[in-house]
């Protein structure tokens, strides 16, 4: 009677699974390692709707990612740092730091009275090519937006782009139901805070109407104070035109909250 042959010790083959993890460990660092050409622009767009005695505005917002050098590190980084070298446990050097930065590249104003089925048409032929063929598209789906967001998802011609219909409220608690986002005012106004107090918005004087957007965000910034929540919001919504700031609000909402990418924001 044969037996077969004994198994391997176990302990051998335990070492030979921890070095080939090792390598694999090894490999996947030094492939994040390989210097990698800086990917291309992102665009996110907001499209607020008027009615009778406003107008209809729509934004377009370019976000890049760019790289900056390791921050200087404070004197308890660097005894951190000395301390685990001594420790035999070195910690990594520190790396680039990952940064959006956004600019807005096209701003238009429907006059008022235009036709929601216009609006709609002119809107659906900026996005038939490259750039913004694709890309994100945020409509104030709010009151009579609902049926305007049907008019772009119904049409005959669809639209090329990704639509996110936000409804905008007075509560604390964003969510999402069918597509449709809910979005407090407040959660608008903190994203559209952080990104001019980290000076990562940048409007291109020649545009048209920078100047409304520039006595548009004059404005938010001196009624809007997340400290005190909705009111402040409020009083800013309804004695103001504001239709431009809050079409850059919403594209700029989505691209810091739901638009992907490791950037960082931090000020540059």
């Known amino acids: 009677m044969s ?16 070095r080939a993890a090792a390598q694999r460990q090894q490999a996947d660092e030094d492939e994040a390692a ?32 760019v790289e ?30 990952k940064v959006r930065r956004y600019a807005i590249r096209n701003i238009h104003r429907w006059p008022l009275r235009t036709s929601y089925p216009d609006i709609v048409a002119s809107v659906t032929k ?3 090519q490259p750039p913004l063929k694709g890309s994100i598209l945020t409509i104030d789906g709010t009151g009579c937006g609902r049926p305007v967001v049907q008019m772009f998802t119904h049409a005959k011609e669809r639209i090329k782009a990704r639509i996110v219909p936000i409804v905008i409220h007075g509560g604390a608690a964003a969510s999402v139901l069918k597509g449709w986002r809910s979005v407090p005012r407040r959660d608008l106004a903190g994203v559209l805070q952080v990104v001019l107090g ?20 004059e404005t938010f910034t001196t ?36 638009g992907g990418d490791k950037g960082r924001a931090i000020i540059v």
């Open 198 to 217: 980290t000076r990562r918005l940048d409007i291109a004087p020649e545009l048209p109407l920078a100047k409304v957007l520039l006595r548009e965000l």
């Open 223 to 258: 009624k809007i104070n997340i400290a005190t929540g909705n009111e402040s919001w409020e009083a800013w919504r309804s004695k103001d035109t504001d239709d431009v700031t809050l079409s850059a609000a919403m594209a700029l909402w989505y691209a810091e909250v739901l």
């Open 34 to 65: 390989k210097p990698r050409p800086p990917a291309g622009p992102v665009y996110f767009c907001g499209l607020d709707l008027g009615q009778t005695h406003d107008p209809t505005a729509f934004v377009m917002i370019e976000r890049n990612v």
């Open 68 to 97: 900056l050098p390791p921050p200087t590190e404070t004197p308890e980084q660097v005894a951190r740092r000395a301390a685990a070298l001594a420790s035999g446990h070195p910690l990594r050097p520190l790396g680039p730091v």
């Open 3 to 18: 037996f077969p042959p004994p198994l391997p010790p176990l302990s051998g083959y335990l070492k030979n699974l921890a």
């Open 126 to 128: 900026l996005f038939e």
